[in-house]
C-alpha cells in the first residue's frame, strides 16, 4: 500500500514494499557484522568533508583566481540536482542520485532490523517535483531505547553503505579505463591560434600528430624530444596527421614567437598526450594519498577538465576499449563516474556532526549518552546546536565567499 503526505512544498510518499528483502538482509552475518565498521567509518568520512571544507576556504581567501572561476562557474554549481545544476548530466545524474538515497536508506532500514528496530515504512520526500532524500521511517522511541552502539551503527549504515557502494564504482570504472586505448597513439591537438602557421596550412583542432619531420610520435615527450631541439624561427616542420581515420601529411615553417623571437612559433597552443591520459587516470588512485587522486572528484563536465577523463565527452571518441565493452564503454563509464561520486558525496556530507543529519544524530546520541549526567539535556542541546552552526556557518561561507571577495 502507498501512502502520500503533502505538506506544501514537501511531499512523502511511503510504502510498506521492500521490508520483507530488509527484513532479509538484516539476518545475514554481513548486517550483524558491519555495524562496527560502519560506525568507526562516520567520523572518518566527516573528517573528509571537514578537511574540504576549510581547505576550500583557504583556498578562496589566498588564492583570487579561485574565486573568479568559481563565480564564472556561477551559483548554479552548488545545486544538488541534475539538471538544475548544469555541470550534473540529467540521466546519469538522477540515476546515480535515486540509486545512492535508495542504498542510503536501505541501509539503514537494515541496520535498524539487525539491532531489532522496527521498520515501519520506505519512501522518498519531494520539494514539489524534485526528489531531496529517500527515508526508511525507523521506530525512534524504540531506537532511543537500544545500546549506543546500535543506534550509532543504524544512524552511520546509510553513509557507510553510499561509501562502498561509491569505492566499487569506482574500482570498476578504473578497470574499464585500463582497458582503454587511443584509436591512433598520438597528441591530439586541441586549440590552436589561427593566424600561427600550422593553422595556415591546413591543420586543425581534433588532429592527432602521430609523427614528426619523420619520426614517430607516441607521446608527449616523445613531441617535446623531437620538436625542442630545432624550435627556432624559419626551421621547417613536417607533421603526420591522422584526422577522422585518414593520414594526412602537412609542411609548414616556424615563425618567430611573440614573447621570445628566438624560438619559433607554430600556433599550436594546446596538446593532449591521448595514451598519457588514460594511463594517468586508471592509476592515480594507487597514487593517494597524493593530490594527484583529487582527479576522481573533478567534475569531468567542467570547463577545462575534459581533457583529464578519457569517457569525457570531447575525449571519448577518441578512445576504445579491448575488453568487451569495446566502443560502448562511454555510457558505462559515465554512468560507473556519477555513481562513485554522488554516493561519496552523500557519504561524507551526512557524516558531519550537522544535526539533523545523521552524523548529527549519532553526536546528539554519544554527547547524551556520555554527557548527559554531567552537562543535562539543556547542556547536550546547546552543545550539538553549537556545533551545527558553526559547521552551517562555514559551508555557507565557503559558497558565499567568492562572491564577496
Request: aromatic share 12%; charged share 15%; net charge neutral.
Amino acid at each position: 500500500m502507498v501512502k502520500k503526505e503533502f505538506s506544501f512544498p514537501f511531499l512523502s510518499i511511503k510504502t510498506e514494499a521492500g521490508l520483507s528483502l530488509i527484513e532479509r538482509l538484516s539476518k545475514t552475518s554481513i548486517a550483524k557484522r558491519s555495524g562496527w565498521v560502519f560506525i568507526l567509518l562516520l567520523p572518518v568520512l566527516a573528517a573528509i568533508t571537514i578537511y574540504f571544507v576549510l581547505s576550500s576556504i583557504v583556498n578562496i581567501l589566498t588564492n583570487p583566481n579561485v574565486s573568479v572561476m568559481i563565480r564564472e562557474l556561477g551559483p548554479a554549481i552548488n545545486l544538488p540536482w541534475p539538471g538544475v545544476n548544469p555541470y550534473l548530466p540529467v540521466v546519469y545524474g538522477w540515476v546515480a542520485l535515486l540509486l545512492g538515497m535508495a542504498v542510503h536508506e536501505f541501509a539503514h532500514g537494515v541496520q535498524a532490523r539487525a539491532s531489532g528496530v522496527p521498520v515501519r515504512s520506505v519512501g522518498l520526500m519531494f520539494v514539489l517535483i524534485f526528489p531531496i532524500a529517500a527515508f526508511a521511517e525507523i521506530d525512534d522511541k524504540e531506537l532511543e531505547k537500544t545500546s549506543l552502539k546500535k543506534i550509532s551503527s543504524t544512524l552511520a549504515g546509510g553513509a557507510g553503505m553510499n561509501f562502498f557502494t561509491a569505492i566499487a564504482a569506482l574500482l570498476i570504472l578504473l578497470l574499464i579505463v585500463s582497458s582503454l586505448v587511443p584509436i591512433t597513439d598520438g597528441i591530439l591537438i586541441k586549440r590552436m591560434d589561427q593566424e600561427g602557421p600550422a593553422y595556415k596550412v591546413g591543420i586543425k583542432p581534433g588532429d592527432i600528430i602521430v609523427g614528426v619531420n619523420g619520426l614517430k610520435v607516441n607521446s608527449l615527450q616523445d613531441f617535446i624530444n623531437i620538436v625542442e631541439p630545432v624550435y627556432k624561427p624559419g626551421i621547417n616542420m613536417t607533421f603526420d596527421l591522422v584526422r577522422d581515420g585518414e593520414k594526412y601529411v602537412y609542411e609548414f615553417t616556424l615563425v618567430k614567437n611573440p614573447d621570445n623571437s628566438s624560438r619559433g612559433y607554430m600556433g599550436i597552443q594546446e596538446y593532449i598526450p591521448l595514451g598519457d591520459v588514460a594511463e594517468n587516470y586508471a592509476s592515480a588512485l594507487w597514487r593517494f594519498p597524493s593530490r594527484e587522486a583529487l582527479i576522481y572528484i573533478v567534475l569531468p563536465t567542467l570547463p577545462g577538465a575534459t581533457t583529464s577523463a578519457p569517457f569525457s565527452d570531447l575525449l571519448h571518441s577518441y578512445y576504445v576499449s579491448d575488453s568487451f565493452l569495446g566502443n560502448n564503454f562511454y555510457e558505462v563509464s559515465n554512468l560507473l563516474y556519477w555513481i562513485w561520486l554522488i554516493n561519496f558525496n552523500l557519504a561524507i556530507f551526512n557524516a558531519i556532526p550537522l544535526y539533523p543529519l545523521d552524523g548529527g544524530y549519532v553526536f546528539k546520541f554519544t554527547c547524551r549518552r556520555l554527557l548527559g549526567k554531567k552537562a543535562g539535556e539543556t547542556g547536550i542541546k546547546l552543545l550539538v546546536y553549537s556545533v551545527s552552526l558553526l559547521l552551517v556557518a562555514l559551508i555557507v561561507f565557503m559558497i558565499a565567499a567568492p562572491y564577496l571577495m
